[in-house]
């Protein structure tokens, strides 16, 4: 842990009393989205202290040129870059001509600052003691409308509190912002146009070689003592700049607020030549509803959102908090309303990793989402990846790959791999294993068959080219090996037969021949068209099943385990009890070429295959592997702890599994990696709720049924949450005693409560 001022509450992130040294991690912890864009929690007004600006729009990217040391052949052109977009937050303010700039204040007091997830909003406040002395009192609140999902709403009011002073307010728009992780310091963005009218102010802008259209407006306004104050202003543009300027006389102890929205129009949802009429619209639209109205519906969307996605515990406020900070900022990165959209690893709180899709999404989120909403914006994630499987031929063809073989990126905006490390674009090829995973896993929790010969199969049947083609008969072993990998334990590069990535292979050909069987009985005209599109032939599917059947798993006789990759018992075994502390996190102390001869693992590796597939393993098995391989697990992955909390609470330790949720959940909360100020890891957030719901709830998948087996933490007193199985809602309410089940749908259920079976009748309680 290394961040312990967020103060504990179940609904709130607040934090207490003005420190610089921690403002970025707060611009992080407390960004704020809606779907469509999003914000890291700057300052609206001006500050000179040490600060990570950045606004985003989704789905507007940049292909930042690749920049290495040494090229080499297949090697991305670009690494895509999650813009920051043009700032509309910005309000000057100025106290008889003293720019108030927290960093330069002679006093800050009665600093509070709260992200109300209950409700969706930001609040700000604090007194503050300038250099001329004159005393104010400020109180800000904004937030990102989810239900008018192209605006934000800002309230920004200033009281002087020792002498009438001059507060001039100086909202603004300003398209000259950077990234923070340009490659080469390019320009990515170019104005075209900086106009206003009335109380509104626009910038037209467009992104450098990819030319998405966007345009950042306001509207502002002016009150005193809540009423509207009429008055003249001044506007100063620049080329890539506009602001208003409103003078005002302020008697002790008034309030003078500023009241802002403001946000994006692009061309992705809008004709490019009617950004500005578009985005006029939405803020009159805006503007008439009032500030006030436009946050009742606020608090209506995210009340719908709860009902549904909240967790309870009770007894136990960090980890209440934890759970429901990953919940929310899941839905404010993702929530299903545009399918060419996806869950970026930061969301909307930073710009590391680029890229929107990363296979965290197939991996850790599709199950949150399936759980929490419709089980059509699960779909869609899948689809995402079906109108991207030309591209994933493409990739594949340049890495020698034929025949319609296809290899996922690691990282894309649009299909195209764009990661610039080698070990990871080249190596780490599991990847496509999570693909065809969470078609399986769709088809497991939903019933819903029909996405597969619609269009998952055609993506099955390009995965299983690619692991054939990349599988090696060893005629020494008189098995297929598959060299030169990276698992998902990303401190070990280019090693042969990670256990992990040759298990997946395997089973992506078993699943995909078993799938075509299916396909070529129940859809026989689906499967004319698929096997006329891809040509597949009885010969290859032979070549396919030889390969499954003789795939080779590196084992341990003396230890009676599956290896991590070949030679891993050739390392020097020393647990990570035995690492001293200040030489972690090792990924920011060691070398890489340490990091690569140590036994330490970032994330679940082997384990990882365990999770996914736990039938195919007894629990003797499990408990082996986990015995052996957490002791050097380091989880300096985000997407580590839920894995081994979830495998934890199933052997019934549920202390580790306690210990390792409380990681999870509070991994950015408590910055357990020094970095949160870079931005969230939003993508393992979704694996925070799988540690309650499928490791302390037990739930899973067992003969077509929803199955539990409730455990209970020693901290809490008791948990409940909602899953949408089958469009059928069971809430679940697990105590030491027993375990709730209360059924909102239409026809009975029948669940399996360890391992027995209980029949749940629509708007019965049912108690185990």
């Given amino acids: 842990m290394n961040n312990n001022y967020i103060q504990p509450d179940n609904w709130s992130i607040i934090e207490e009393g003005f420190e610089a040294n921690r403002v970025k991690s707060s611009e992080s912890l407390m960004s704020l989205g809606n779907g469509a864009m999003g914000q890291r929690a700057n300052f609206e007004e001006h500050y000179s202290g040490e600060t990570f600006q950045g606004s985003y729009v989704a789905g507007v990217y940049y292909p930042d040129k690749t920049r290495v040391g040494w090229w080499k052949n297949g090697y991305p052109e670009y690494f895509a870059k999650v813009l920051n977009a043009p700032n509309w937050i910005g309000i000057n303010v100025t106290v ?9 204040c002679n006093k800050v007091e009665n600093f509070r600052r709260e992200l109300n997830m209950k409700e969706g909003w930001l609040s700000r406040s604090f007194t503050a003691t300038l250099q001329n002395f004159i005393e104010i009192k400020v109180e800000t609140k904004r937030f990102l409308s989810l239900d008018i999902d192209e605006v934000g709403a800002i309230e920004y009011h200033v009281t002087p509190t020792n002498n009438d002073a001059q507060i001039d307010f100086s909202p603004y728009l300003d398209n000259g912002i950077t990234n923070e992780d340009s490659n080469w310091d390019d320009k990515f963005w170019n104005v075209l146009s900086v106009n206003h009218e009335q109380e509104q102010a626009f910038i037209v802008s467009k992104t450098m070689k ?23 202003k001044t506007v100063n543009n620049t080329i890539d700049k506009i602001s208003f300027t409103y003078q005002n006389q302020v008697v002790k102890g008034n309030t003078i607020t500023l009241t802002k929205f403001g946000g994006y129009t692009s061309d992705r949802n809008h004709d490019k030549n009617e950004l500005i009429s578009v985005a006029n619209k939405t803020l009159n639209k805006v503007s008439e509803l009032g500030f006030n109205a436009l946050l009742d519906k606020q608090k209506q969307a995210w009340a719908k959102i709860w009902d549904m996605a909240d967790i309870t515990i009770e007894g136990d406020v960090a980890a209440q908090q934890g759970i429901r900070f990953n919940i929310f900022h899941l839905n404010q990165t993702y929530l299903g309303k545009d399918a060419r959209l996806n869950i970026g690893p930061k969301g909307f709180t930073g710009e590391k990793y680029g890229g929107s899709t990363y296979w965290d999404t197939e991996a850790y989120c599709i199950p949150f989402y399936m759980a929490t909403k419709d089980q059509n914006v699960a779909k869609s994630l899948l689809e995402y990846r079906y109108h991207h499987l030309e591209k994933a031929i493409e990739n594949a063809e340049k890495l020698g790959f034929s025949n319609g073989a296809a290899l996922y990126p690691m990282v894309t905006m649009n299909g195209e791999e764009c990661h610039n490390e080698w070990e990871i674009t080249f190596e780490e090829i599991h990847r496509n294993g999570a693909i065809a995973f ?3 896993n769709y088809y497991r929790y939903t019933g819903d068959f029909s996405y597969i010969p619609e269009k998952g199969l055609e993506v099955l049947i390009g995965i299983a080219r690619f692991w054939h083609q990349r599988a090696t008969l060893s005629e020494a072993k008189q098995k297929y090996v598959i060299l030169g990998v990276t698992g998902p334990n990303e401190y070990e590069n280019n090693v042969n037969n990670n256990w992990y990535t040759n298990y997946i292979a395997k089973w992506c050909i078993d699943y995909t021949l078993e799938t075509i069987s299916k396909v070529k009985e129940g859809h ?8 006329g599109k891809t040509k597949i032939s009885d010969t290859e599917l032979t070549q396919w099943k030889t390969v499954a059947d003789n795939m080779y798993f590196p084992f341990s006789e003396e230890k009676n385990i599956y290896l991590q990759q070949d030679g891993f018992l050739d390392k020097e075994l020393i647990t990570v009890a035995n690492l001293p502390k200040s030489q972690r996190p090792i990924n920011q102390k060691w070398s890489w070429d340490r990091i690569l001869r140590s036994p330490y693992i970032k994330q679940a590796d082997i384990l990882q295959g365990f999770y996914f ?10 408990e082996r592997h986990f015995n052996f391989y957490e002791p050097f697990t380091v989880h300096e992955s985000s997407l580590s702890p839920c894995v081994h909390s979830i495998q934890a609470a199933k052997l019934g330790r549920m202390e580790q599994a306690y210990e390792f949720y409380l990681r999870t959940s509070r991994l950015d909360l408590d910055d357990y990696n020094h970095e949160v100020e870079e931005g969230l890891h939003i993508t393992s957030m979704a694996g925070t709720w799988m540690s309650i719901v499928e490791g302390f709830g037990g739930m899973r998948i067992v003969n077509d049924k929803l199955s539990f087996e409730p455990k209970i933490p020693n901290e809490w007193k008791g948990y409940s949450f909602k899953v949408n199985f089958r469009n059928q809602i069971l809430k679940i309410n697990v105590t030491a005693k027993e375990t709730e089940f209360e059924l909102e ?9 360890n391992g027995k079976p209980v029949m749940i009748s629509p708007n019965n309680l049912v108690t185990v």
Avoid: W
Wanted: net charge negative.
């Fill in 96 to 104: 008889n001509g003293e720019m108030l700039d927290l960093a330069k």
């Fill in 210 to 232: 990819t030319h998405f259209y966007v345009c950042t407006s306001m509207q502002t306004q002016v009150s005193l003592n809540g009423h509207v104050v009429k008055q003249d």
């Fill in 438 to 440: 969470a078609i399986f």
């Fill in 524 to 531: 026989p005209d689906d499967y004319s068209r698929i096997s």
């Fill in 613 to 622: 597939f736990e039938d195919h393993f007894s629990t003797e098995e499990l």
């Fill in 745 to 753: 749908g239409h026809s009975e259920l029948e669940i399996l409560v």
